[in-house]
């Protein structure tokens, strides 16, 4: 399986300042998602990062708002912009890849609170 | 659009007990079907993949079974400890035109699942 290393685990943030968020895995993946579950929800998709290229987002979501960078095949980032309290949320890295069939790995996520 | 629901949302039962938890799905096209368990502000760790072919998965006290065509799945948790409590999520990946996937999750709710000592 993969070891998905997380950061931050947690953060407190001033409306409208921005937080990038950092997901490192101990191996090359196919595929890394980034995922958002807001207080008392599931888990709902933001965007596949994709390696070299632009991230694809889900609907509801934008690139102005969530930027995401996959510079190679084992690291990406997701920018939380111009925060709200509406974006207190737990987010959270994924990957899959055929090294372990299609099993989905998720990082410990990120609890940020915006204030 | 695929739809997950759990059920129930939430389980409260004393340790010891055998529970079965309930996952539904609307599109019966999947490629397969991960449970997850969570615990309070942490990730998700995997506990059982069931691949669209499979009938059930089995790992030391869950079970897992898949009915696809009925487009349902059960968790099935033996001799419950307090360990177990925990929300535990269902999860698909539907099939791509080639028949194969290493797309994105669809997530039901989650069951919050309490045993007490």
């Given at each position: 399986s993969a070891v998905i290393s997380q950061k931050p685990s947690r953060d407190i943030c001033q409306r409208g300042t921005s937080l990038t968020i950092q997901c490192q895995v101990d191996s090359q993946?196919?595929?890394?998602?980034w995922y958002r579950q807001q207080p008392g929800q599931s888990l709902t998709l933001i965007a596949t990062a994709n390696q070299g290229s632009e991230a694809t987002y889900e609907s509801g979501f934008v690139i102005d708002?969530?930027?995401?960078?996959?510079?190679?095949?084992t690291f990406s980032t997701l920018t939380v912009s111009n925060m709200s309290p509406e974006d207190s949320s737990i987010y959270l890295c994924s990957v899959r890849s055929p090294l372990w069939g299609t099993e989905a790995f998720f990082g410990q996520g990120t609890r940020l609170t915006v204030v | 659009k695929q739809e997950v629901t759990q059920i129930p949302a939430a389980l409260s039962v004393?340790?010891?007990e055998n529970l079965v938890l309930n996952c539904s799905f609307t599109d019966s096209a999947i490629y397969n079907l991960q449970w997850f368990r969570q615990d309070p502000g942490k990730g998700l760790t995997s506990l059982l993949l069931i691949q669209s072919s499979q009938r059930e998965q089995t790992?030391?006290?869950?079970?897992a079974s898949l009915d696809k065509s009925s487009g349902r799945s059960t968790l099935y948790i033996a001799a419950s400890q307090p360990g177990?409590?925990?929300?535990?999520?269902?999860?698909?990946?539907q099939s791509n035109a080639g028949g194969t996937s290493y797309g994105k999750l669809t997530f039901g709710q989650g069951t919050i699942l309490t045993v007490h000592p």
């Amino acid at each position: 399986s993969a070891v998905i290393s997380q950061k931050p685990s947690r953060d407190i943030c001033q409306r409208g300042t921005s937080l990038t968020i950092q997901c490192q895995v101990d191996s090359q993946v196919t595929m890394m998602f980034w995922y958002r579950q807001q207080p008392g929800q599931s888990l709902t998709l933001i965007a596949t990062a994709n390696q070299g290229s632009e991230a694809t987002y889900e609907s509801g979501f934008v690139i102005d708002k969530f930027p995401i960078s996959r510079p190679n095949l084992t690291f990406s980032t997701l920018t939380v912009s111009n925060m709200s309290p509406e974006d207190s949320s737990i987010y959270l890295c994924s990957v899959r890849s055929p090294l372990w069939g299609t099993e989905a790995f998720f990082g410990q996520g990120t609890r940020l609170t915006v204030v | 659009k695929q739809e997950v629901t759990q059920i129930p949302a939430a389980l409260s039962v004393p340790e010891g007990e055998n529970l079965v938890l309930n996952c539904s799905f609307t599109d019966s096209a999947i490629y397969n079907l991960q449970w997850f368990r969570q615990d309070p502000g942490k990730g998700l760790t995997s506990l059982l993949l069931i691949q669209s072919s499979q009938r059930e998965q089995t790992s030391g006290r869950l079970n897992a079974s898949l009915d696809k065509s009925s487009g349902r799945s059960t968790l099935y948790i033996a001799a419950s400890q307090p360990g177990d409590s925990a929300t535990y999520l269902c999860a698909v990946t539907q099939s791509n035109a080639g028949g194969t996937s290493y797309g994105k999750l669809t997530f039901g709710q989650g069951t919050i699942l309490t045993v007490h000592p």
